[in-house]
Structures are given as C-alpha cells and as structure tokens.
C-alpha cells in the first residue's frame, strides 16, 4: 500500500521535474525566437542618429552580444543564484519587479479563485441536482450571461455601474495612497473588491456549468439508483456520493484556473488600473524585455506546475484509484 | 489538510467583501482653494511611471515638464526661448556659448553652476548609451567659470538648439558618486531646478506628487501640489474626469479620443480645447530605395488615389485637417503653401498606365512592368487600431486603381525594428511627433534622411545639399528659402505623404482658466503652471 503511495509520489515529481527543466530552456529560447529587438524598442523616437555603436554598446550592456550557448550558461547560472537579472526598460531588477507584481496578483486572484470555485459548486450542485427547475434554468442562464460576457466588457460595467455611478468604489489602483496600519488593510480590499468580484464571476461560470453537467451526468449513474432504493436521504446522496465523484474534474479545473489566473487577469489589472503580473508580462512582451520576460514565465511556470502538482496529490486524495491508496 | 482551508479562505474571502462595503463610505476629497491660488491639480494620464528614476522613460517626461529644466526650452508657439541659460552665442554653429542664470539653485538650496551643465552631458555619454542618439555630435563641453558653457559639435548645426532643449540638466553634487543612475531609485535622483520639486511616488496608488518650489527662480508657480494619478485604461480615465476626480486627461504629446467628446460636450464643469498638432497622426512612407518605390512619378499615382476626405471624416471626426503635399504641418516655422492633397483616380490610373503598371492577365490587377506580380507590403502597427483600420481603407482605395496591397500587421517592436534598423518595409503607416519634426535639421529630415532615421530613406543629393545648408544656414531669408524648398521638394517628390492628421483635443476642468498649450509638453505648459487660477 506504502509502496504505490510513494511509486505515485515519485513517479509524479519526475515528470515533473523533467517538464520544468524543459520549460527553462524553452523560457530561454521562446523570446529570442520573437521577432523584433528590445534595443531598437528601446532606442524608440529617442534616437538621433543611427549610430551602430551605440546599438552594440547597449548589446554589451545587456549580454546580448554573446552567443546564444553562453547567454543560456549564463540564464542557467543566473537561475541558480536566484539572479533574473534587469529589465532592460524599466531599470529595476526582475526579483523587485515579478515581488511586487506577484504579491498583488496573488491577493487578486486567490480570493477569486475560491469565491468563484465555491460559488461554482455550491450553485452547480444545486442546480445539477435540481434540474429542470426554475432555480436551475435561471443559475444557468446566469451561468451562460457571465460566461459569453468578454471579461473586459464585464469589468467596465462593473467599474461603470458601481464606481462611476453609484459612487461605491474607486475607479482602480491598489490603494488611496497615505494611509497605514487597518486603514491600508481596509483600503485595499475597498480598491479590490470590484476586481476579485469581476474574476470570481468569470471563474465560477465557467466552473458552475462543468459542475451542473457531472452532478446531472452523475444523477443518472447506477450507484445512485442504488443510493436511492437503499433510502437514501437526498442530502446525503448529494453530499456522499454525487459531490465525491465531482470532486476530482472539479479540482484539475480550479489547479488549470488558479495557474492561469496568475497570468490571465491582464484585462481585469487593465481596467482596474492594478499592478500585477498580467500587465508586467504584457508591457514585457510588447518591448521585447528578455530578462522580465524570461523571469514572468520561470515563475508562472513554477505556478501552473506547483497548481497542477498540488492537483495530482488532490486528486489521489478525493479518488483513491488514483493514488495508490488502495 | 488543503480541503480543510477551501471554507477558511472562502470565509476569509466574505470578510473581505464585507470590510470593503464598509470602506466604501470613504469619499475621495476635492481640493480646496486658498485665495487665488491652486492648491492641488489633480493630472490623470495612462502614461505609466515605473519607478521615480529621470531614466524612467515617462518620470523623465514628467520631469522635464516640472521639475527639471534644460538650458533652453519650448516656448507655446514652438520656439526655443533661455531657460537655465539666460542668452547664448555661437559664430559658426559649431561652437556654443550659453550664459548660465546666476539665481537659479537645486531644490536642495545649492546653486545651479555652468559645471552642472557639462557633468551633465559627460556623465550622460558615459553612463547612457542611449544619450548619443540625441548629444552624440557634442565633441566636448567646457565650463571657464560658474556661468558659462561652451559646447564644442563635430560639425556646425543650427538645429542645436531643438536638441539642447531636450537634455535635462541634472545635479552634479548628488550624482558625481553615482555609478549607474539607472539603478539609483533614492529621492535625491529626483532633485532638479524646476518649478515643481518632487515629493513621492505611491506606485501601488498610482499617484506621483510634485509641490510648488517656493525658491524657483522664475518666482512661485500658481499651483501649490500637483498630484499625477496614472491609470492603465483611458475609459476609467475619462470616468475619473467625468466624476470630478481628475481636473485634466492628460496624454504626453497627444489629446483624447474625438470618441468622447459628445460625452463631455454635455457636461458644464468640462471644457474643451481644441490646438492644432505640431505632429502628423499618420503618415504613409515609402521606401525609396527599394525599387520600384524610388519612382516619384509611382509615389504620386499612390497619392493620388487616396480619399483624404473621407479618412479624415472616419479618422478624426472633424477635429483634424487636410494634408497637403508639402507634408510639414502648419504652424511650422516657414511653413509654405503647397497643393492640398485630394483624390483623383483617373489621374492615379493614368500615371500607373504610362509608368508601364497594367493589368496583363486580366484579373483586375496590375502587374510590373516586367510583367511580374505587384504586391507591396504596408507594414503596419497591429495594436494601433486606428492604424489597422486606416491600412484596410488604404488597401481598398489602392484596389480602386488596381493595386493589390497585402497588409503586414507588426507589433510595436518588430514594427520598430524593421522601419529603424532593418530597413525591409516597402510602405508603410506610421505617425510622427512635434519634437520628432524638429529632428536632424527640422522640417521632418531627420524622419526622412536616409543619413539620419530615414524612414523614406531618401539619398538624393538633392535633398541632403538642402539639409545641410539648413544645418550651416543662419540668415533668416535664406532659411525661409530653404524649409521652402523642402516643402516643394517633398510635395513634389512625395517621399512620404500625410493620410490624416488630428488635432489635439484636450478637455479640462472648467473650474480653473488660464491653461496654455506648448507644442512639445502640450497643456502642461510652463504658461499653464504659473498662470492657472479660478475661472
């Protein structure tokens, strides 16, 4: 029994460990694959004359000069020191940059994952469970409004309706500025709330409709049958056999939601005025800034891998096939 | 375990919402007036600073326009006029005297001396790579004594002055043991001479705060606290402007979109300006050293077949003008009339029939003269949507003489690498800036000379016997002659060509008058900070 725990375990952290170094060297080699050049970006309107000097010198300045088999030595070497280098724009060093962002994207996207996933399978289960009637036909109406919404037109009507009009909250940023201690606390989750309420809303459609389907798919199973001849109570039936066999897609889901969350907020950071990772990678992107580039997506990789890793032992968890448990 | 903390960061998620209703009471606070003076404008803008380091691409706008000051700047109707220098002279445009002010000081108290000046450009060669593309053709800077500063060019230039104006001069006290400035984020890299010193940068508020520098020079500027609030979508912006909470959208060197002006025509606490753009919004460019584009006679037969009109209409609303030949926007120094741009299809085929363009396999298309597909690429900026928009109403004109074009969508930096450094681009949509006119020797050279950014990569001796006469020109009649002849030359050689161009709109506050527009720095005029008061 110990043994296919720890064959699951080990098996799983292999692959694992292989996909990630994979991911490195493709972290290196993807933006240098782009076409366009972080120098000329850089020199933009600024430059003058077309002095090619001064174009290699800005090379040298950023290790771009040397070939590529070094410049991956010295990423690798770099990475092992916890050393992502400097943004080539932005003149602050990628740790400072991918602390900042990250830390504020977290506090975005956690709150939304779990209220969205919550809401999800509460509201999916609820409706699954309760098909055909008037509480199912309207969630999932509701569900399909949210879902076909674009997530840009959602949050302006958002900012719109409860900022601009109703006066309810701040038209974006992270903070009022000049405020400390419970104040600050307080101020920032003023300042989230629309967002978190925006990407919740977006997550748990998605989410309450993969729910509903699996609770009504699982309703029609044999073992419920059963459930129901045994008599069953129909709470029980739902909290002990329906909900256990959802669990399993529904945990993946939330793993693939929270990993791209981290990176997928960019239109949310956008209309929201927020500094988080979305916008860092975007800004990154459209400049070409290797070493922010490279840096963003070692860390959403570590992300997805860390979600989708915490899935799998989840999983094993809710489905004990699956892990070796039995 | 992990199961057990899905109800406790939910419930922790509930407080959350909870604790924000309760925040909601908070209202943001409008500043309040002392007598006549402002004190506090609130500026909203997209532009986004990212640290408070004048290397920082937008802090070091926003510097330039408060804080620190060069020796000469701007004036509003797009002149240079004395800055930190008082007067300056030079003899043969190759060597310049300029004369520092003796009352100027840091926001620090120490004084502003001529030897701030030349550590400035020293250090900025030596630090910033990227400084040569704008002082490079300075040999070297001299300062004899605490007022003057002689600056030494590799060649006579009577432009000078345009790109002296741009270099922020910085404190050599502070810097003087710095290593690499870019790196160094302390208060003190902030310190400049300006009317505004700066106070902080809240990065996760958004908000950077300039006060009025009490010992400036020039005396007291009329707004006590500017508050710069950055937002990263204009549509919350314009939200901010319209609830109040911002006295002025501001974008650097451009206005806002004519897509809100009805909205904010309804509203008496707003006014509008509309000043006319000293850039071109957008510009289609050849590149004339690829064949068969170094044909002008083809260049012209392209012109010709565009619908300025109706661009202009689609594009701008009504709050843009119509290009002419001579391609310099007018309000430039000996700006000369030329032909106004119009659609003639009959002409364009015309032109496209003698030049040998003709449809041969019948397929309503025209083909090279040798026969041989004609296609051309207009490279084109896949996130300016306008632009985008612009390329599809240009390939369908295009299609109406019988040229097929494709479209080549780029981002930003391909787009920049191919148009600055490659060279590939065939055609091509792209705008130009006010101070990006005055490049080279002004008059939109430096955009055009293959020697300089060459976006049309002209090379005709011609043209670069006109350039450099302006460059070693200082008689006023003869100056008027020369930018004349650019602008017949342009008109007649259509190296590039205006499509549309919009003027700046720029909304306000109409609770405060006294606003001025500068070319280069728009609203944020030197005007606007000491002449602002009560409506």
Redesign the interface.
Known sequence: MVSGRKAYFLGKTIRYAFTFSLILSLNFALPRM?????I????????????P???E??RA?HGLDKPLHIQYLNYLRSLAGIDLG?SI?????VVELIT?SLG?TLLLV??SV??G??LALLFGSLSGFKSKSLADFLLTAGALLFYTCPPFLLA?LL??TF??HL????????????KVGIDY???V??H??LP?AALSLLGASYKFLVVRNSVTQILDEQFIVAARAKGLKETRILTRHVIRNVLPPFISMVAISLGFMVSGALIV???????GMG?LIY?AV???DYPVMQGCFLVLTVCVLAANF?ADM?YA?ADPRIGGWR | MPMKRIPELSTIGMILLCISLIGTVWAAQGEINSGDRISRLTIGTINQINDANPWDYYFGVYSMILSHQGLVRFNNEGDVIPDLATSWETDDLQTWTFYIRDNATWHDGKPVKAQDFKFTVDYDLEKDPLSKSYIGAIKSVEAPDDNTVIINLEKPDYNFLNTIAVVKTIPEHIFKSVDDPKKFNEKEAAIGSGPYKFVNFDKNAGIVTYKANENYWGGMPAIDEIELRMFKNPDALMLAFQKGEIDLPYYYSKGISYYYVPKLLEDDDIRIEVYPERGITNVFWFNTAKAPFDNKELRQAFSYAVNYEELKNMFTAGYGTTPTAGWVPEGTLYYTETRTLAQDINKSKSMLDSLGFKDINGDGLREMPDGSDFQPKLLTRSDLSDSVRAAEMLKKYFADVGIDIKIDLADKSTHGEIMDEKKTHEISLAGTTFWGMTMGEGYGTGYTDIRNYGWSMVSEPEYQSLVDDLGRTKDKDERRNLAAEIQNYYAEEMPQFTIYSMNIIQPYNARYAGWEYNPLHGVLSYGTLFNLHEA
């Open positions: 782009m076409p366009g050049d972080p000329v970006n850089l020199l933009g309107e600024e430059a003058l004359h077309n002095d000097r001064m174009k010198l800005l300045e400097y724009h932005k003149n602050l060093s900042d504020w956690f709150p779990i209220i996933s919550t302006m900012l719109s900022s601009f006066g309810l909250f701040p038209l974006g940023n992270l903070t009022t500025g000049g606390a307080l101020d989750a003023w989230l709330f978190v950071e956008i209309v929201f005025s927020l500094n916008t800004d459209v400049a070409r915490a989840l968890i």
